[in-house]
């Protein structure tokens, strides 16, 4: 199946900087990425939508600035966490989205191994 | 709106004792469901999907879901339930013809030996 890939794995930094967090897809092109945050024993929450080419759609109560998002190519998208608090710790996941039919009669998202983010 | 409902947050059964996990959903249409994995610390594996035709989706390791639209429910089941299954398991909507995708909040599956 198709992959995704996530860089780092996990990232330790000071509060006050800023991390980049990679998401690719490796095998097929994806006009269409999702960013998806999941606290501890929690279910994801979908942050926002990546659209190659054009400024991401942001879910109500995310904050655009402190989460910025670039999808400068068909197969990456970039998050990054500005001014990074502890609060901003937690595990992000992104998803791309392979616009080819997939067995069922529709596209497929597939996930990344997801990124540990610890803000100190 | 969507939204998915995953009843009971942790469920605990016998290796080779039948698993059951319970999703309902609400959806104004016609839905795409999926039931995903997690392993700790990892991202998240497709187990199945419904999305048109045969109600009873089978998906991998063992692990089927049947589409009741009277019941607005996807549950998720397994005959004989294997050390190896011990994960999260999400439950997902997506409209049909939509792109996003929401969650459930999870069912942890524990297996005792």
């Known amino acids: 199946g198709a992959v995704v890939s996530q860089h780092p794995s996990r990232v330790i930094c000071k509060s006050g900087t800023s991390v980049k967090i990679e998401c690719r897809s490796l095998?097929?092109?994806?006009?269409?990425m999702f960013w998806y945050r999941q606290f501890p024993k929690k279910s994801l929450m979908l942050m926002a939508t990546s659209n190659e080419g054009s400024k991401a759609t942001y879910e109500q109560g995310v904050e655009k600035d402190k989460f910025l998002i670039n999808h400068a190519s068909l197969t990456l998208s970039t998050l990054t966490v500005t001014s990074a608090h502890p609060e901003d710790s937690s595990f992000y996941i992104c998803?791309?989205?392979?616009?080819?039919?997939?067995?069922?009669?529709?596209?497929?998202?597939?996930f990344g191994p997801g990124t540990r983010l610890t803000v100190l | 709106a969507q939204s998915v409902t995953q009843l009971g947050s942790h469920v605990s059964v016998s290796e080779g004792a039948l698993v059951l996990l319970r999703c309902n959903y609400s959806s104004s249409v016609p839905p795409y469901l999926f039931w995903y994995v997690q392993y700790p610390n990892q991202g998240l594996q497709l187990l199945l999907k419904y999305t048109t035709g045969a109600t009873l989706v089978k998906g991998i390791n063992g692990f089927e879901a049947e589409f009741k639209k009277s019941e607005t429910s996807f549950h998720l089941t397994k005959p004989s339930a294997h050390m190896s299954d011990a994960a999260e398991y999400f439950c997902a909507v997506r409209e049909n013809g939509g792109f996003k995708t929401i969650f459930g909040a999870g069912t942890r599956l524990f297996v005792k030996a």
């Open positions: 998803s791309a989205r392979d616009h080819r039919v997939q067995g069922g009669g529709t596209d497929t998202q597939y």
């Open positions: 095998d097929f092109q994806a006009t269409t």
